[in-house]
């Protein structure tokens, strides 16, 4: 994860008086004009002239910068400015970020960029190539899972002398030329940038923590190139999109696949769905040993379930040591790779993403020596610890000044945003790796911290970041689920039992608080901590 990271440009965040522009900071150096001019004339001194070759001998492509010419009026820039939510804090939002991408005018009068260059975004504008003019716009769009956004400007004028670019639906080829066009950091004018592609390959996209197809180049893509064109002659292959920290001459493009997808899922549904997720768990099939134990023949290959979440659709067909011989009658190797192209091949993920939510998939499998047929419709359910929240609020609950709230990565990236599996509370951070979704709706609520208050005096602060298992002896779904748990005891007056709430939490730990004291409190311990409501607007 640390190793990808998107290309956009964070130039401009927000600081204080006196504060420093981080990126650009240390990587441009302006020195003294004397030293500068005088450092000139002794390197010209030592230095023998040389011949300038003519320009009639340079070789020039007319075409290709006649191409180039029509595709640069259709490339935008696209300042955003955003206010990112505090997980820890679910009542609050951090400070305002500026950002600044790319991005270029596609059918319907639609512009399409990245998704992680205006998520959480509180104002978003677009500035034309060649224009000094930034334009309001709005997203109409947005896939975070593949990292796109589909946005609009409602001005009439902006679209004056603009022309939607074409896409080339053929997948390039290795070592073909691909040219990426994008406003990066280094300058405010359009850059043009060219190489070729190094491999295509299912990999991980950082926005989403998802594994889709890219298209890896050695094209120079930096900060600020997000959502530029990846251009071959007049037609669109590709978005530029993330790039890899620990490596030179890397970049990733979102291919014309992945971007079809999202066109004509909006066009089927509306609205963007989703990619579908077959939630089961793998291994390959290449040991010889394990080969004989399943009663593989030797023409036989394919890939072992060791397990399938209880709420995914193909729970239903699939089982337990059952070997996935094939999808939809496309053969899976015993390292889990399908044919792609020649010379090439692909995780066999790539034919689920092909796919729409809805679809039925066909499974050729063994199970217990004997080889069957079975099909299952595909779905898309958000993971029990959420890979990821973008633009959306986290969820809390607080109760006698014990703040609940919900576990997802997001959370513990405010930890650390890439290290959060090592600087993690232990056991969230195993919970985030290894638990399985049993039932759809189904979330791991945790107590985030403890406001310090007389209800609450005694009560151990190390309980912090402690799993919810349940209310008053009934176990809790999901935070929604204990609000109305919480609401129904309190509102029961009736019941002396219920005038108290015993929280159970993970290894045994229970928490006690009285109805009546814990109402007499809310008020107070709000006010201490400067804090509006005491409970998220949808679960009030």
């Known amino acids: ?40 004339d002794k390197n010209v001194q030592s230095q023998q002239i040389q011949t300038v070759r003519p320009r009639s001998k340079i070789e020039t492509d007319y075409d290709a910068i006649e191409s180039l010419e029509l595709v640069l009026n259709s490339v935008v820039k696209v300042f955003c400015t955003s206010t990112p939510c505090n997980f820890y804090l679910p009542w609050q939002k951090k400070r305002q970020v500026v950002r600044t991408s790319s991005g270029f005018i596609i059918k319907n009068k639609w512009i399409l960029s990245n998704a992680h260059a205006v998520t959480n975004a509180s104002s978003i504008r677009i500035r034309k190539h060649g224009d000094a003019t930034k334009y309001p716009s709005r997203i109409l769009y947005i896939a975070h899972e593949c990292d796109l956004v589909i946005m609009t400007v409602d001005e009439e004028k902006f679209w004056n002398g603009l022309e939607p670019l074409t896409f080339s639906y053929d997948t390039p080829r290795l070592q073909e030329s691909i040219t990426v066009v994008g406003f990066p950091i280094g300058g405010d004018n359009l850059s043009v940038t060219k190489g070729v592609v190094s491999r295509v390959v299912m990999s991980l996209y950082a926005h989403s923590v998802q594994h889709l197809l890219t298209i890896q180049i050695d094209a120079a893509t930096n900060p600020g190139n ?47 769905t989703a990619f579908p997720h077959m939630a089961f768990y793998w291994l390959p099939m290449e040991n010889l040993s394990q080969r004989e134990y399943y009663k593989l023949k030797e023409d036989q290959h394919g890939i072992l379930v060791i397990s399938v979440e209880p709420a995914c659709c ?105 290290e959060w599996t090592k600087k993690g509370p232990t056991n969230l951070v195993n919970y985030a790796l290894y638990s399985h979704l049993e039932e759809l709706g189904q979330q791991i609520v945790i107590i985030n911290q403890i406001l310090v208050d007389d209800i609450n005096h005694g009560i151990l ?52 608080i009285s109805c009546e004291r814990a109402k007499q409190s809310e008020t107070r311990i709000l006010k201490q901590n400067s804090i509006a409501s005491p409970r998220s607007p949808h679960l009030m």
């Open 314 to 418: 193909i729970s239903q067909v699939l089982k337990k040591d059952d070997v996935i011989m094939s999808l939809d009658g496309i053969p899976i190797a015993d390292d889990g790779t399908v044919y792609f192209r020649r010379g090439e091949r692909l995780n066999f993920k790539y034919i689920e993403k092909s796919k729409f939510v809805g679809d039925t998939i066909t499974f050729t499998i063994i199970r217990d020596g004997n080889e069957l047929t079975v099909s299952s419709p595909l779905d898309y359910n958000q993971p029990i610890v959420p890979l990821q929240l973008h633009d959306k609020h986290p969820e809390y609950l607080i109760y006698a000044g014990i703040v609940f709230t919900v576990l997802s990565r997001s959370y513990l990236q405010e930890y650390s945003s890439t």
């Open 1 to 40: 994860m640390g190793d990808f990271v998107p290309v956009e440009d964070e130039t401009l965040s927000v600081t204080s008086a006196g504060g420093r522009i981080p990126a650009i900071d240390g990587q441009l150096v302006v020195g003294n004009d004397d030293e500068l001019n005088s450092t000139i």
């Open 461 to 512: 602060s190390s309980l912090a970041n402690s799993v919810l298992e349940t209310v008053n002896e009934t176990k809790i779904k999901n935070i929604k689920h204990l609000a109305l748990e919480i609401d129904k005891i309190t509102n029961n007056t009736n019941d002396s039992k219920q005038k108290y709430i015993r929280f159970g939490l993970e290894h045994k730990q229970v928490i006690v």
């Open 226 to 272: 997000s959502g530029g064109p990846a251009i071959q002659g007049k037609h669109v292959v590709g978005m530029a999109f993330q790039g890899q920290s620990q490596a030179q001459s890397i970049g990733y493009i979102v291919p014309v696949s992945i971007i079809k997808h999202v066109l004509d899922d909006i066009e089927r549904h509306g609205h963007y």
